[in-house]
């Protein structure tokens, strides 16, 4: 075997058993009984030992000095695992272990910290997690990653090529014309009902069921199950997804499932020659989310799919109170000041981003100390949203990402949308009949289009590289204001 031959061999190992690792977090999220969250941090702790040994082989050095990649796919594959030996020889071994223990745990008291309502039972645990986030990110920065600065080093993990600094000025184009859209829609002489009717679990599940069909789930390499925060999981020919379920609330269990969908197809779409290598999984966390957001919105909100979506539940739920397929389109669509990030509409989504943004950065520059955390997160949304927070849950305890230690993840959400608008614009020139096909509840012209231009290539591409070869422009932010300034004023008769 030459250098790359083994290289490679020993990746995929790797590569299967970090799947082992991702398959023991579905359990825990969705299936585990209670007790076993002290054990399962242990197995957490094991398993990321053995994978951190592994990611710092010294053989790896060799080999990767050694090996000649035999096409473009191979020598981006070692590229990726350079980079990886890179930033996982800058953690020690201890701390990886004890993230992973700490992490595992954390989601449990999370969990239980938010059933309560209770930020005091949760926040002890959480500041043990900055700690070793600043510690690994201290470690990182030392190694060059992020070019020194400590935030960036971990945003680096989750969309390589992207700093803080630019996240923010990105931002602060973006904050003005959102913010006036908002004021211009909450103001209209036309707002749309919201429901008010009970919509019963198992038909919402049959029906979330039948839209991740029509979005092109591949059942027989997938399941879906419950969750308290959805989530998918896996790749390959492994890919899993959760929802969640409110009875008077169906779009929250609807648009999850769209939303996890999205990602999931990704997955699934990556060529088999990169099954367990580098280049088998999402590039990066903003290219994902680009996926499951204009599963979710672009295509999933537009108005011939939600006409289509309205046929379904009146035939499931009888008549729920809304007159017909434009009313629903309005109602799904409908602007409204909430709590909750993941069931936020198009206009505020990245409003909440944005705060998350600043407060993770603070806590991980230290200039934010985490007991002072929900009063900041309270000033802030009262701030940006003008509405008073009413309880943790609806607040600071609302999300799961800083229980598992993903701090730096929260902007790749705003990226997925930035290069969700992109796509939309090249998407919709490229299939001019797409609105004919939705109406019928077919979404296989959109996925096709998605597979062909972004999913088969799984981590082939640098990020914004594959969102320019796929839309013949770099990435910007103009495309998504300009779809949200025509789709919402047209719905609110702007």
């Known amino acids: 075997m030459t250098a790359y031959d083994e290289l490679m061999a020993f990746q995929r190992e790797t590569e299967a058993l970090g799947q082992i690792a991702g398959r023991l977090s579905w359990d825990q999220e969705t299936v585990m009984p209670r007790g076993a969250a002290e054990q399962r941090g242990e197995e957490m702790a094991a398993i990321e030992g053995v994978l951190h040994a592994r990611r710092t082989d010294p053989r790896l050095a060799d080999w990767l000095a050694r090996a000649k990649a035999p096409d473009a796919g191979g020598a981006r ?13 800058a953690i020690p071994a201890r701390l990886a272990q004890e993230t992973a223990r700490l992490t595992s745990v954390g989601q449990g008291i999370w969990a239980e910290a938010r059933a309560r309502d209770d930020v005091a039972h949760f926040l002890p645990t959480l500041g043990q997690i900055v700690a070793l986030k600043r510690e690994a990110a201290q470690a990182l920065a030392a190694a060059g990653f992020g070019g020194g600065d400590l935030y960036d080093a971990l945003l680096d993990d989750y969309e390589p090529g992207t700093t803080g600094a630019g996240i923010a000025a990105m931002f602060d184009r973006m904050r003005p ?3 006036a859209l908002r004021a211009a829609v909450l ?3 036309r707002q749309p009902a919201e429901l008010s009717a009970t919509f019963a679990q198992e038909p919402q599940m049959r029906l979330a069921r039948m839209m991740a069909t029509a979005f092109g789930y591949d059942w027989a390499r997938g399941r879906i199950d419950l969750a308290v925060h959805p989530f998918s999981s896996g790749s390959g020919n492994d890919v899993r997804i959760t929802t969640r379920v409110a009875e008077a609330d169906p779009f929250n269990c609807l648009y999850s499932t769209i939303h996890e969908v999205g990602h999931a197809a990704y997955e699934q779409a990556i060529d088999q020659r990169w099954l367990l290598t580098p280049l088998g999984t999402g590039v990066s966390m903003g290219v994902h989310e680009s996926q499951s957001r204009i599963y979710e919105n672009q295509i999933g909100r537009s108005r011939a799919f939600t006409g289509w979506i309205f046929g379904r539940m009146r035939e499931m739920f009888g008549d729920f ?4 397929a434009d009313a629903f389109y309005a109602t799904v669509n409908r602007v409204r000041s909430g709590y909750i990030r993941t069931e936020a509409d198009e206009v505020h989504y990245n409003l909440h981003i944005m705060m998350r943004f600043d407060l993770e950065r603070a806590l991980i520059a230290g200039t934010l100390d985490v007991t002072d955390l929900e009063e900041a997160w309270n000033a ?7 509405v008073a927070v009413d309880c943790p849950s609806n607040g600071v305890l609302q999300d799961v990402h800083w229980s598992v230690g993903l701090f730096g993840y929260f902007p790749t959400y705003s990226l997925g949308n930035v290069y969700a608008g992109c796509l939309h614009k090249a998407m919709r020139a490229a299939v001019p009949d797409l609105d004919a096909a939705l109406a019928a509840g077919d979404a296989a012209p ?24 796929a839309c013949g422009f770099a990435p910007t932010e103009a495309p998504l204001l300009d779809y949200l300034e025509a789709k919402f004023r047209g719905i609110y008769g702007l």
Request: no cysteine; aromatic share 10%.
């Open 77 to 89: 594959a070692v590229e990726l695992i350079s980079r990886a030996y890179g930033r996982n020889a």
């Open 177 to 179: 014309r959102l913010v």
């Open 187 to 189: 103001g209209a002489a």
């Open 321 to 324: 109170g809304v007159a017909n």
């Open 380 to 386: 802030r949304f009262l701030s940006d949203f003008g």
């Open 446 to 469: 959109a996925t096709r289009w998605l597979r062909e231009h972004v999913q088969q290539h799984g981590g082939l591409y640098r990020p914004a590289e594959v969102i320019e070869r």
